[in-house]
């Protein structure tokens, strides 16, 4: 392990690499459920948009509360030996539980919306589970600020990979497991091989991961109770203002994204098209992540954030005052769009460790989990919100699933992906702006 100018440790690329793969895995899970789980449920399952929403919703809400518990017991009972059992021992489980999200149910009524809210809640419990362990180990794999912006980088490269698979595969892929050419039995053939790799993926980075925080003569940290805890993280105004401003900017990318798929089948008529925007986007994101590195290195990370928040409302502002009458020029517009937005996730995971320091140097306490999984309980709540949104809104403007939508219909649909995202990034830049002082000056 070498040592930088000011003595901090730092840790070997290969490795930061190997414990970036861990997002791979992850967003084998994570895009297909933000690409496809609604769709599957309405445009595969059959499911009134309202329906499909609220149990989003619902195990949205239910997927932060357990992320939030679990970041608790992180701090209080957790230590780096104790994440990476989780990984090994939670991994297949996990796959598993994705896998009952995606299993069509021989029902079919009040019953069949009940076990799909079921089935999604036990995904949601196990990727809680094992995920915010992760997310902590993350705050651990180096002391250098530098490194953990470098595997920040890294994780949003392996994200990226993740859900150009998904969002390009799962349909062919799963239909071609499974023997079909679409409808619920791809689904379910795409979650078994995204299951299969992760569970693999995840159990090769617990077993190699390494806590380079830790020292053989230091004695264990002491353990700090729950209310102050607490109390630190909410009084840690540079933490605050990140996730106030991370959920507006979730809401905003959610709801763009999950109207993908529904404005090329319905607008353009043409589903397939809606496939290959969404892979253009996520690969996108290949590119843009490295620039926007290379941008948070001459400008600093903060900086980043209102870049990406202008662009991203200028693009809106000119989608929202024209018309886009070609699926080519839509899958333009979205790529862009994506290539802005990734500036926005890059800075969010980057800037989380260093509240967290923030927080240790103002409240002398030190909440990696606490923060984690408060940031993942905000975060869920905001996609559920930004589902919310699209079931009220498509549901209001009478979109009833496999049929041909009226013009009033399309309308409205295009002015909810317009506007909402709109006022989302604005407010995210608004929030952004009241960050403190001396967490600004760290960031820049």
């Given at each position: 392990?070498?040592?930088?100018?000011?003595?901090?440790?730092?840790?070997?690329?290969?490795?930061?690499?190997?414990?970036?793969?861990?997002?791979?895995?992850?967003?084998?899970?994570?895009?297909?459920?933000?690409?496809?789980?609604?769709?599957?449920?309405?445009?595969?399952?059959?499911?009134?948009?309202?329906?499909?929403?609220?149990?989003?919703?619902?195990a949205s809400i239910w997927d932060g509360l357990v992320s939030f518990a679990v970041g608790v017991l992180v701090d209080r009972r957790g230590a780096a030996g104790d994440y990476r059992r989780v990984l090994i021992w939670g991994a297949v489980p996990l796959g598993l539980a994705f896998c009952a999200a995606y299993l069509p149910l021989p029902v079919s009524g009040g019953m069949a919306a009940i076990g799909i809210l079921l089935g999604h809640l036990v995904f949601r419990t196990a990727y809680a589970l094992v995920n915010i362990p992760y997310l902590a180990m993350s705050a651990r794999v180096s002391p250098h600020a530098g490194d953990r912006a470098f595997v920040a980088g890294l994780r949003m490269l392996a994200g990226t990979a993740a859900a150009v698979v998904v969002a390009l595969g799962t349909v062919p892929l799963g239909g071609m497991i499974m023997g079909v050419k679409g409808g619920p039995k791809a689904f379910l053939g795409a979650a078994l091989l995204f299951a299969a790799i992760a569970s693999v993926i995840l159990i090769l980075v617990g077993r190699?991961?390494?806590?380079?925080?830790a020292r053989d003569d230091a004695p264990p940290p002491p353990r700090v109770p729950l209310g102050r805890a607490l109390r630190a993280v909410v009084r840690n105004r540079a933490f605050t203002t990140l996730v106030a401003a991370m959920m507006a900017m979730i809401v905003a990318t959610s709801v763009l994204n999950k109207s993908v798929l529904?404005?090329?089948?319905?607008?353009?008529?043409?589903?397939?098209?809606?496939?290959?925007?969404?892979?253009?986007?996520?690969?996108?994101?290949?590119?843009?992540v490295p620039v926007w590195m290379a941008i948070a290195r001459a400008i600093g990370v903060r900086r980043v954030w209102f870049a990406a928040i202008l662009v991203s409302s200028l693009g809106l502002s000119l989608f929202a005052l024209g018309d886009l009458p070609r699926a080519g020029a839509m899958q333009l517009f979205l790529v862009g769009m994506q290539a802005a937005t990734v500036g926005l996730h890059f800075a969010f995971w980057a800037l989380l460790p260093e509240v967290i320091d923030h927080g240790e140097r103002t409240g002398g306490v030190r909440t990696e989990g606490i923060v984690f999984g408060l940031a993942a309980l905000l975060q869920r709540i905001a996609i559920g919100l930004a589902t919310l949104l699209i079931g009220v809104s498509f549901g209001e403007a009478g979109y009833v699933a496999n049929v041909v939508q009226t013009p009033a219909t399309l309308a409205a649909m295009r002015m909810t992906i317009a506007l909402v995202p709109l006022v989302g990034f604005v407010v995210s830049g608004l929030l952004m702006a009241l960050a403190p002082a001396a967490s600004r000056r760290r960031a820049a």
């Open positions: 392990m070498e040592r930088d100018d000011e003595g901090s440790a730092r840790v070997g690329r290969l490795r930061l690499a190997g414990f970036a793969a861990g997002d791979f895995a992850f967003n084998l899970y994570w895009q297909s459920a933000m690409l496809y789980l609604l769709f599957y449920y309405t445009d595969a399952l059959g499911l009134k948009v309202e329906t499909a929403a609220a149990i989003y919703l619902a190699t991961f390494r806590d380079a925080l529904y404005y090329f089948k319905y607008v353009f008529g043409d589903q397939a098209a809606g496939q290959l925007a969404l892979g253009a986007m996520m690969a996108v994101s290949a590119a843009a």
